[in-house]
């Protein structure tokens, strides 16, 4: 049954409306059936408990026909419809008739009309149609009907009495009835359309909260019809705005610390080198100017650096376009890192380089990777400078490359000194070169173990979709 209801509750809104719509009908329909087929029992019931009301519905009762089986003796039956006068002389026995009630004498033998009267209450043509259209709604039950013999003075006669009495109470009740399941099948309708448009309100309610700038408080989970999805959409876009609203928050307060860091680092530079530039400016002594130029040339390294960590901030914090990308064989790896190394080696360390000598795909295709130069060159730079700025020298640098069926991999492998100053306590290098690896379809993967700190690089083959010449 609980599953019944969660399937009926995610249903479409006009297909819950459709149904919703049609068993409200069959309910009220089988109601009014109910009620019109017990009338007569709230008819003996309204008598039980409110005697007056037969007063109002009268009945024909015993008295009725004791008067009317004395008053047959004293008149005689027409010997034919066409006896006027002796319909005439009948005329004072129609009047124990009331005008709900008519009388109708047909001849015992042929069974042929003689005289009558019908209910006075028929006599105008609106009583006459408004008693038409219950008669066809009613289906007659508010005309009750009796035959019998009645003995007049000259013999035995066919006589039907017909009372209209019923229709003060089949009248109001078929109305009742008919007004009632009208009325509940709109009451269950419009329950439903008042629901939904409640949901409807609220959303807007929570859409204005939303517009007022409230992101914290959650969208409640409502039936998975399409107000129920418009909620759910409408609070996936609600935490979706509330985390770009703290990641833009976060990246200004990190861009207003990064400026003021640089402003701060980059002056104290600049004021050294502005003050060795006038120094070697003053003196004429050859081995001071000397050294103050290496010591110019040692700032403008520095300078250099920090608007090297502006531009990785840029490409990890702001929307990069996208590189374009071209397949490289793997040789460019190697030449990359080759370089590197021999600088490494110039600045003091220690390097192992194994790189495979052929690395190449079967059918003789050489391995290639999908990637920028320039991107790849910032990011061996980035790694290659950090080893310079942590490495341990005393260790040696071990740089390792592997190629299986599906990926290019370069390892780099260093101590870590132990006096590391921390210069990237903000790790803005390594978040660049996540970013290029992303851009470039590969991956970055770090450990820092027992002062061992490990790069993994990883770049997917390539497979041209054009079919090589084996021949």
Known sequence: MTSIIDKLRTMKIRTQLFLLIFTAGLLCF???????????????????????????????????????????????????????????????????????????????????????????????????????????????????????????????????????????????????CFTFCIILFFIIVLFFINRKMKSVILLKQNILQMASGDLETPLPTLPQDEIGILFRELDNLRQALKASLLETQESRKSNQDLVAALSHDLRTPLTILKGYLEIIKRTQDTD???????????????????????????????????????????????????ENADFLELTGFHVELSFPESAKLPKAVPAQFLGDTALLKRVFNNLFSNIIKYGDKKEPVIITGSLDGSCLSVSLQN?????????????????????????????????????????????????????SNTS
């Open 30 to 176: 089988s109601l009014y059936h109910f009620l019109w087929l017990h009338k007569w029992d709230v008819w003996i019931l309204m008598g039980d408990l409110f005697p007056d009301s037969l007063e109002i519905f009268p009945v024909f009762d015993e008295n009725f026909w004791i008067n009317l089986g004395e008053e047959a003796l004293k008149y005689n039956i027409p010997e034919s419809m066409d006896d006027k006068d002796g319909a005439k002389a009948l005329e004072p026995f129609f009047d124990l008739m009331d005008d709900y009630t008519g009388i109708y004498i047909y001849g015992l033998e042929d069974g042929m009309y003689r005289a009558g009267r019908s209910p006075s209450f028929t006599d105008s043509q609106t009583a006459v149609s408004f008693f038409n259209e219950l008669y066809y709604w009613t289906d007659g039950h508010g005309e009750e009907s009796r035959h019998f013999s009645l003995e007049f003075k000259n013999g035995y006669a066919s006589v039907t009495v017909t009372s209209l009495h019923r229709t003060f109470f089949v009248a109001p009740y078929f109305f009742f």
């Open 288 to 338: 001071m100017q000397e050294q103050y130029l290496d010591r110019c040339l040692h700032k403008t390294d520095e300078i250099k650096e920090m608007t090297d960590r502006i531009f990785e901030y840029t490409l990890v914090y702001e929307d990069a376009d996208l590189p374009s990308l071209s397949p490289l064989p793997a040789d460019v790896l190697y030449l990359h890192l080759a």
């Open 415 to 467: 101590a870590v000194k132990v006096e590391s100053s921390g210069i990237e306590s903000t790790k803005i290098g390594l978040k660049s070169v996540h970013k290029m690896l992303e851009l470039m379809n590969g991956c970055v993967r770090t450990k820092n173990k027992d002062a061992q700190f490990t790069v993994e690089l990883t770049f997917p083959i390539y497979r041209s979709q054009t079919p």
